[in-house]
């Protein structure tokens, strides 16, 4: 009888503590790793109870503000691992990295996308075109992934591609990528600087111009507590956080966005908040463009790029007059039918390869140059 | 409103238990009423007149047949008026879509669909009223002269979404009066937690790896997949809704009302037949009592039971849904038990148990197909595929799923079978083990909050039927 009421007296406990904790306790506005604000309580009216918004508000209210959430929901991805599940949201865990995997590679969406840079390098026929794809994280650690999940190598991938290309150069940065010591953050599906830098010194070969060496920047680590995308959807916490490198130079540049102009391509503000990675560039921007007011001959670069980019664009900007970046993800048709690649030295494509194989909106680069009416 | 919701587990339940037991005895009814509408009106907040409207008929239906107790023409037209409405009720809201598109279809027409949203629970709601009116016609119990002892009866919380199928039979008493004691509720506390981490951790769960192959193409599905999936889909569907009905009865308990049993593990049939005794137990009873006797059940010689028979189970397929599909799975089930009735009686009775509950769990499992699947040629697709039309055996996704859901699909198919409870039962008779009990207990709520935290994948089964 006394455990009966024990376990009488322990459930009333637990249905009563959660929700008291969750309704009176102290609540955040907006959740850094879900990247969504959470939901305000909602207003009870006849309409709102009639059209079931203010149940659906309620229901959303509590689970985005429920007691321990995220506590909760590490025990949950413990238990599933101690079940076999060895993956969070499609995401690893090898030697302390979170890996992310991508089981699908698009051949369909990645033909259209080649075909649609084909047709942009036949409409110019006197600009360089260099595609740059640039590996995950996946690829680096193939071997240790579970074979059962049958990946596709990504270095196959940057084949078929070659494969399809018409007048547009690869330029294939994996080998250094392999060769970088700290290639990708480990709780971030990005690059980190130094494969940035690797790269660089690959791209700059092809390109006909002597890159930087390490000693000519001021290596700095800009924060040692970055934790990214990879965190964010597995909360795990074991994983120690990453450090964001910066390779700075004395060049002084101006970066422009959305008409704002800015000194630096870096900005401190982003290293004090979640999505640390916004240091460079300050995030992904339709359209913006790289002054170096240090060369003085006319010397201009398109490129046409993922985030991916944003670390690797301040290795470039110290050879080019100007570098205009777009991110077709982020840009309207019009803005995209104002750019014209024949106006420029050179065109680089820089993405990531996974991102490449199933991006949408890159086919967009075709309107370029096209009129407006 | 569904229980493995947070908003119902941690505002609506602890809330409306706490009122519940507040309240002196008399007041415990009206307490039930109001809290099953605020329930159900949660997920139905216009459909709750429908539903208030129809307990009201049914109470002056009965109230009627009270008056007029020696009258039995009034009787009977009290009965028909009740049981017309209720069947109308199914009729205009789960089936008028249906009707009108097959009408539409078969003769080239396109008569207006108005597509009418099906209220939640309409299907046991209807049923339940109508055991009232029907036994109180055949003077099987005595008239409710309380609205409010009746419409607690009918839109009680625990049962009004999803069964069981409660008879007014069933809890009379318990209307009247009831004990609420620790022992009860300290029960039923078990009960609906036990409940719970079946729906949450492994309906859910294993819910999952059927969604993703159900989604696939089916002709070019490996045979190891369809296989897995269909299992996985046998595995959801037990524990979603044994999972269900398992806490609603604990939530009874802690009412102080005792539901009917809903499932006696049913995986464990030795025939169809027997599975049907023990799978969804409420309403198949329901058909056996208002159907299949009144039509003079096996009395009246072969060839009439045989079309009682296939009378009940078109009745028991169209109940699971509006659609095609649910019929022939019914009239399957039908023509599967007139042969075991009929046919093969001597051929089961000589063969070994093994062979048999082999024989039948297949056959269950071919009827999940036709249950879920609901274009026939979707269905003969996949059945192909199980048998290797796709000329593929596995690929790696099935490696994949075998990896993430091969323990997940062990632990569900031997929970099934009640083994790790008669087990339990065996090592425990006789010693303290109460408290291991509350540590599991406790175990499996965490988890199965946890899962519920992380979860937007939450679907609920039988909402639709």
């Known amino acids: 009888m006394k455990t009966k009421v024990l376990r009488v007296i322990l459930f009333f406990l637990i249905i009563l503590i959660i929700p008291a904790f969750t309704l009176l306790g102290e609540k955040e506005t907006v959740s850094y790793n879900e990247n969504k604000t959470l939901a305000e309580f909602p207003k009870l009216s006849f309409e709102s109870w009639k059209n079931r918004s203010f149940m659906t508000g309620l229901s959303d209210y509590f689970s985005d503000h429920f007691v321990l959430r995220e506590e909760f929901i590490r025990f949950k991805n413990s238990i599933e691992k101690i079940i076999g599940k060895n993956e969070i949201n499609e995401v690893f865990e090898i030697n302390g990295n979170l890996i992310q995997t991508f089981k699908n590679i698009d051949y369909k969406l990645t033909d259209r996308n080649i075909s649609a840079m084909n047709k942009l390098k036949s409409k110019n026929p006197d600009v360089a075109f260099y595609f740059v794809p640039i590996i995950t994280a996946q690829e680096i650690y193939s071997e240790l992934l579970p074979a059962y999940l049958n990946l596709e190598s990504e270095a196959d991938y940057i084949e078929y591609c070659k494969s399809k290309l018409i007048g547009v150069e690869i330029t294939d940065v994996s080998r250094e990528i392999h060769d970088t010591d700290y290639p990708f953050y480990k709780t971030d599906h990005h690059w980190t600087t130094d494969s940035a830098y690797n790269a660089y010194v690959k791209v700059s070969e092809k390109l006909g111009f002597t890159p930087l060496g390490t000693e000519s920047f001021k290596i700095e680590s800009v924060s040692d507590e970055f934790r990214g995308t990879l965190y964010s959807k597995t909360l795990n916490e074991k994983i120690t956080s990453d450090t964001i490198k910066a390779y700075k130079t004395d060049t002084e540049f101006v970066f422009t966005v959305k008409e704002e102009k800015h000194e630096s391509l870096y900005f401190e503000k982003f290293l004090n908040e979640k999505d640390k990675y916004s240091y460079f560039l300050s995030g992904n921007h339709g359209i913006s463009s790289i002054e170096n007011k240090s060369i003085s001959e006319k010397k201009e670069l398109l490129l046409i790029k993922d985030s991916y980019a944003n670390c690797f664009v301040p290795f470039l900007a110290e050879h080019y007059s100007k570098i205009t970046l777009v991110d077709p993800r982020y840009c309207s048709h019009t803005q995209i039918r104002g750019i014209n690649p024949s106006e420029y030295n050179e065109v680089i494509i820089l993405f990531n390869v996974s991102g490449f194989s199933q991006e949408q909106n890159f086919s967009l680069i075709e309107l370029m140059g096209g009129s407006n009416d | ?465």
């Open chain 2, 1 to 465: 409103m569904v229980f493995s919701e947070p908003v119902f587990m941690f505002l609506f339940l602890p809330v409306s238990l706490l009122v519940y037991y507040a309240v002196p005895f008399r007041f415990k009814n009206a307490v039930l009423f109001f809290t099953g509408l605020l329930f159900y009106s949660w997920g139905e907040p216009v459909y709750v007149l429908i539903m208030v409207l129809s307990t009201l008929i049914d109470y002056l239906a009965g109230r009627t047949m009270d008056r007029f107790d020696s009258n039995n023409r009034i009787r009977k037209i009290a009965l028909v008026i009740s049981v017309i409405m209720n069947l109308s009720l199914l009729g205009v809201f789960k089936y008028s879509g249906f009707l009108i598109d097959s009408v539409n279809s078969l003769f080239n027409l396109s008569l207006y669909n108005p597509d009418l949203p099906l209220p939640i629970g309409i299907s046991f709601f209807t049923f339940q009223s109508m055991s009232y009116t029907i036994d109180l016609y055949r003077r099987k119990i005595t008239v409710q002269k309380s609205f409010i002892k009746f419409a607690a009866f009918v839109t009680m919380f625990p049962q009004i979404v999803a069964g069981p199928i409660v008879l007014y039979d069933d809890i009379a008493k318990e209307l009247e009066e009831r004990k609420i004691n620790f022992e009860a509720v300290s029960n039923g506390i078990s009960i609906f937690i036990c409940g719970l981490c079946k729906k949450v951790l492994i309906a859910n769960s294993v819910g999952e790896l059927w969604t993703s192959v159900k989604d696939s193409d089916y002709s070019s599905l490996p045979a190891a997949t369809a296989w897995l999936g269909i299992i996985a889909f046998t595995l959801q569907i037990y524990f979603d809704f044994s999972g269900y009905s398992d806490m609603a009865v604990g939530l009874g308990k802690m009412l102080g009302f005792n539901f009917p049993k809903n499932f006696d593990y049913p995986y464990n049939s030795k025939t169809v037949s027997d599975f049907w005794r023990r799978w969804h137990m409420t309403l198949g009873g329901w058909f056996k009592n208002y159907v299949y006797f009144p039509l003079g059940g096996s009395r009246n010689g072969k060839v009439k039971t045989i079309r009682n028979l296939l009378i009940v189970w078109f009745l028991t397929g169209m109940w699971h849904g509006a659609s095609w599909n649910f019929i022939i799975w019914g009239v399957y089930y039908g023509i599967l038990l007139i042969l075991e009735k009929f046919v093969f009686a001597s051929v089961i009775k000589r063969l070994p148990t093994v062979i048999t509950r082999i024989y039948t769990l297949l056959a269950v499992v071919f009827g999940w197909i036709i249950f879920e699947i609901y274009s026939p040629a979707l269905m003969l697709s996949f059945i192909g595929s199980m048998f290797g039309t796709s000329g593929i055996l596995y690929d790696s996704f099935t490696l994949n799923a075998i990896h993430n859901y091969s323990l997940t699909l062990i632990i569900a198919a031997i929970t099934s079978s009640g083994l790790p409870l008669r087990i339990w039962k065996k090592i425990s008779s006789g010693r303290k083990s109460d408290g291991l009990c509350i540590a599991g207990e406790a175990i499996g709520m965490a988890a199965s909050i946890a899962y519920l935290v992380d979860a937007s994948y939450n679907p609920f089964l039988y909402f639709n039927f």
